[in-house]
């Protein structure tokens, strides 16, 4: 099976850093699969997403070695625009992710920005909307919107670019027990779909939905053994 997302002995130094926040990860994510990764806060989770979704180092500083690869091509062999359409990421806080009055808006940025036909812009919003459940919010403000919902729009804004990566940072941290259920099923979903997913979490708890799981501590990634007790207690 394909692996649309690969990392090659990926090393990150903040600037300044002589000794770097992680080193030597390698990792595959095929299609129709989650991949659970798993870390205490300030262990380089979020610096690790934003190396997977071309944030760094086409946006953000730092040094970053070895490559992560989208298909067959890395992603320092990529414009922002173009690793939208491949990969989406999904924050912690989806206020973040969230800035114009109206739902349908927030949906149709993205492709608006790749200059899609706008026939095919209203039939991306209506199929995004229609995914995550959100069919009849598109007038609505999003900023008035609960946790959960928001979280869904951010997710729909994705998903209207049609990524065939996905990447969860944290996404659930944030949201009520029902709003969770709501993310889970949808990844359910997208594995289902054959998408390739990554979902981020400092609760190992919320991983049930993976296929496997990997912890980031020390700087190095590993096959997570389950025993969450012997980090969580540092």
Same mark, same amino acid.
């Given at each position: ?28 994510? &095929? ?6 990764? %798993? ?5 380089? =989770? ?9 944030? @760094?180092?086409?946006?953000? #500083? #730092? ?9 067959? *091509?890395?992603?320092?062999?990529? *414009? ?5 359409? &491949?990969?989406? @990421?999904?924050? +912690? ?18 492709? /608006? ?19 995550? #459940?959100?069919?009849?919010? &598109?007038? &609505? ?8 919902? =928001? ?6 804004? %994705? ?14 941290? +944030?949201?009520?027990? /029902?709003?969770? =259920?709501? @993310?889970?099923?949808? @990844?359910? +979903?997208?594995?289902?779909?054959? =998408? ?16 496997? *799981? ?21």
């Amino acid at each position: 099976m394909s692996a649309p997302l690969r990392i090659r002995d990926l090393a990150y130094f903040f600037c300044g850093q002589d000794r770097p926040l992680f080193s030597g990860v390698n990792l595959a994510v &095929r299609a129709g699969e989650v991949v659970g990764i %798993v870390g205490l806060s300030g262990s380089g =989770k979020t610096t690790l997403c934003h190396c997977m979704s071309g944030i @760094i180092p086409l946006i953000r #500083g #730092g040094d970053m070695h070895g490559e992560v690869l989208l298909g067959e *091509t890395s992603t320092r062999d990529l *414009t922002p625009p173009r690793v939208a359409t &491949r990969l989406g @990421i999904v924050f +912690q806080n989806p206020d973040t992710q969230l800035f114009f009055p109206r739902v349908e808006d927030e949906v149709a940025f993205g492709p /608006e920005n790749l200059c899609v036909p706008v026939e095919e812009i209203d039939r991306r919003v209506s199929r995004a909307l229609h995914t995550v #459940g959100l069919q009849e919010f &598109r007038e &609505r403000n999003p900023h008035r919107l609960s946790g959960g919902e =928001k979280q869904l729009v951010a997710l729909a804004s %994705v998903l209207s670019l049609q990524p065939e990566i996905l990447i969860f940072d944290e996404a659930l941290s +944030q949201l009520d027990a /029902e709003g969770r =259920k709501r @993310i889970l099923a949808l @990844i359910e +979903q997208m594995r289902d779909q054959g =998408k390739a997913v990554v979902m981020v979490e400092h609760n190992p708890d919320n991983l049930g939905v993976a296929d496997r *799981t990997m912890l980031l501590h020390d700087g190095e990634l590993t096959r997570f053994d389950g025993e969450w007790h012997r980090f969580a207690a540092l």
